[in-house]
């Protein structure tokens, strides 16, 4: 992560932005920082077999695509690797890649499950959790905080969600990481095809053998429920739930490992977490806004139209870039500093508008979790060996940071 290549503006024309490599090994703030005040929707041309698509990179231009999901929907898909395959077969049944009205009663029904009342017990246990792995890392003295801390924190929280046996869930955790194809420079479609149906195939045997069991997790509640007068079919549950594992297990990961990683590089705001002149929630903000776990959200227009002025054809692929709106000078003062105390702190991190993140408080739970367990548990950090990026143009962090971490 040390050695990342910043690339210059000028080479803008030779770049894909849909490449996975583009995103892990290099540093794009230049080009984030050029595009947003010379070229705010940008044409990234077809490559391949994949088609082109439009890059829009002010948080202006980015709340207004995800305001609007009549002229911008989500049913060709919500991220590039669907949107350039041409479409994804989930649309109108998986929340995220669903419009209209049946996504606002899908929603609905998966809300309830969501309410920080709902979650009461399970962010009581992702403290606990927390808690245990640090103290477990410390008391070992190194670690791989990705591997050993982070990993177990989201993943749990999704299984206690969704009543998965503990049995289960490092299978689980492992399908999860290949479905993504993100962790290895060479892992390929196939793998993540695979690891995808696996998962596909798991909850659906969980979904049968809950419909009768009277559990009260969400596999249950989605059984239980009807979306517009109709009750949700198996395929229906097993999506949804495949949905919460990928939105929810990586992504937040991916937030916490990030914040390890900016308090090594940034001593002076860990100094300032330790002696509590920033406060959990105000730093969970900013950890957000700096890691920006999910670089992208994806679009088709629906009718011909224009971002910031510029003319979008009906059916086009617009991208919107969580990455570069999240460091707009135009929203944000001094953005390429992380600040801690940073209020307001208008990231969007978790997209905006009807698909704003479902897992958001969920996600803000656990992240302060983890600030609060290192203010609270630990009196050094150190990093004792390189981080190794995730491969992704969607995701954005690290998957691997050893460190080592004495006790307070
Ligand atoms: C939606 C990011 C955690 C479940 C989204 C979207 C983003 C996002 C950007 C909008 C996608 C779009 O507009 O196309 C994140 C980040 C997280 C996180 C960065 C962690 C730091 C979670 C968690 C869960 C979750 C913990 C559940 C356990 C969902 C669901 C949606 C969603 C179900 C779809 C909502 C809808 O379409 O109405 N998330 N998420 N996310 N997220 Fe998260």
Redesign the pocket.
Known sequence: MTTRRTIAPEELDTLDLADPRLHAESDLSAVWRHLREHEPVHWNPATGSAPGFWVVTRHADVTSV?RDSTRFT?EGG??LETLLAGGDSAAGRM????DGER?TG??RV?MSA?TPRALEPIVASVRRTVERLLRDAIEKGTCDFAVDVAAGI?LG??CD?LGVPDSDRAHVLSLTSSALGSHDADSTAADAWIAKSEILLYFANLARDRRESGHADVIALLAGSRVNGLPLDDDEIML?CY???L???E??R??MVGAAHALLDHPDQWRALQRGDTGIDTAVEEI?RW????LH???TATTDTEIGGRAITNGAVVTVW?ASANRDERVFDDPDRLRLDRTPNKH?????????????Y???A??GAVLAGLRDLVAELEQTGPARPVYSNFLSGISSLPMALKGA
Not at 95 to 98: G, H, Y
Not at 291 to 294: E, M, R, S, V
């Open positions: 995800y989500s919500n991220v929340l995220a890649i669903t996504h899908l929603r998966l969501f989201p929280a999704i969600l949804n949905s919460l594992i939105g929810g297990d992504t937040a991916l937030s957000l890691t920006t776990p999910a959200s994806g679009r969580n969007i991190t978790f997209a905006y508008g009807p698909h704003f993140c479902l897992g958001a969920l996600a803000r656990e992240i």
